[in-house]
């Protein structure tokens, strides 16, 4: 009896059923209220927003529980606290990238392009430090953090680095948009 090589596509698979389910539990209105009412709990609402600011569908509930934990937090413990929070939802992101994701990715590439025509751009000394880079720029920006994580990812960084680099570019993207609103705030 022969044994399948094959294991099919279950990560992409299981992504696109991820953003489906969080696209409609954002969309039901007593779970969106429940998470805007995390703004109560303090550090332990920031560390919670922190995860949710790092996602498509979540960013904007994390924002707003970030915007009103300005109220009654320092913005550098918010930073700290949050930055901490997103890291978490950027290490759950970056190991699904790192490990099985790539690997399908790689696979339905190696189908399209046999002769590896964008991987040999994308190897030279011009490009193979854009990837860290762009993905470090749009994790410190109040943009959802999977872009850059995932070309975080798919370059060679290893764990305990990206994980430093995130909270980091994490904690100081959260300080700059709640220092920010308590500025701006009339």
Known sequence: ???????????????LLSLLLAYFVFRNEILHSYLLH????????????????VSTFTVATGAVILLVLAETLSPIEIGII?????????????????????????????????????KKVFQTKYFSWTFPVLGAAIIASPLPDEIGVSLMGISKLKTHQFLLISFILNAIGIFLVVSASVVIKP
């Open 1 to 15: 009896m022969r044994k399948s090589t094959s294991h099919g596509y279950k990560n992409i698979v299981f992504l």
């Open 38 to 53: 995390l703004g109560n709990l303090g550090y332990i609402g920031a560390f919670l927003a922190g995860i949710l600011f």
């Open 82 to 118: 949050a930055g901490l929070g997103a890291v978490v939802g950027d290490f759950v992101i970056f190991r699904f990238v790192k490990d099985d994701l790539a690997r399908e990715i790689k696979s339905i590439y190696d189908r399209l392009d046999t002769n590896h025509h964008l």
